[in-house]
Every structure is written in structure tokens, then in C-alpha cells.
């Protein structure tokens, strides 16, 4: 069974960073196309960004590009997200998902999800 854990969340202010972490647990990370999705209260999830397990290709949706970066440390077993430059549009719930297929951007395709981390940025 695959086991995802976010960490990392909490509250900032406009214009600070934050990194998210997601460790996995139950499969070898390398197994699995990786992304990050947030939330908002009472929409559906939206993807972020995602990055391939052969050669680590990323993939960004446009409203994140510039300002969040994904990674992985495989041998670490662990996905981040890099948050820079946060504005009170960002406060979400944000969560990690595992793909063994490849690219998706729709939350459905995912077979496994974390409980999600809560990021709060004030004006």
C-alpha cells in the first residue's frame, strides 16, 4: 500500500516562501509519476505541477509557472514543492498524488493521494 504524507504548510505572509514535502512510503518513488494539486474551499482540485520518474521532466500549470518548483529526491523517497513569492490567492489545501501512468492533469487519473497540508497567506 502507498502511503503519501505532505508536510510543510502553514501560515505566511505575502511575498514569503515555503516548501512543501512529500514522503512516500509503501513504493519505491522512482515507480511513480509524481504531482502536486491544491484546493480551494469548494472547487475541485487543480493541478500544479508534476515531474517524471525516468528523467525528471517537470511540467507546470501556467498561473505557477516562474514562481513553484517541483522535485524529487528519489533516493530520499520524497517530492517537494518550492513556493515563492505567495500571495493571499494561494491560501489552498495542497496536495501530493502518484501517478504510475505518467502526465495527467486531471485529479482522477491519480491512483494514490496525501491528506493534504493547509497554506494560509496573509495580506
Known amino acids: 500500500q502507498v502511503q503519501l504524507t505532505e508536510s510543510g504548510g502553514g501560515l505566511v505572509q505575502s511575498g514569503d516562501s515555503l516548501r512543501l514535502s512529500c514522503a512516500v512510503s509503501?513504493?519505491?518513488?522512482?515507480?511513480?509519476?509524481m504531482a502536486w494539486f491544491r484546493q480551494y474551499p469548494g472547487k475541485e482540485r487543480e493541478f500544479l505541477a508534476g515531474?517524471?520518474?525516468?528523467?525528471?521532466?517537470?511540467h507546470y500549470t501556467d498561473s505557477v509557472r516562474g514562481r513553484f518548483t517541483i522535485s524529487r529526491d528519489n533516493a530520499q523517497n520524497t517530492v517537494y514543492l518550492q513556493l515563492n513569492s505567495l500571495s493571499p490567492e494561494d491560501t489552498a489545501v495542497y496536495y501530493c498524488?502518484?501517478?504510475?501512468?505518467?502526465?495527467?492533469?486531471?485529479?482522477?487519473?491519480?491512483?494514490?493521494w496525501g491528506q493534504g497540508t493547509q497554506v494560509t497567506v496573509s495580506s
Open positions: 498524488a502518484a501517478d504510475e501512468y505518467g502526465l495527467a492533469y486531471r485529479s482522477e487519473e491519480y491512483d494514490y
Open positions: 509503501g513504493r519505491t518513488l522512482s515507480d511513480y509519476y
Open positions: 515531474i517524471g520518474w525516468k528523467y525528471g521532466r517537470t
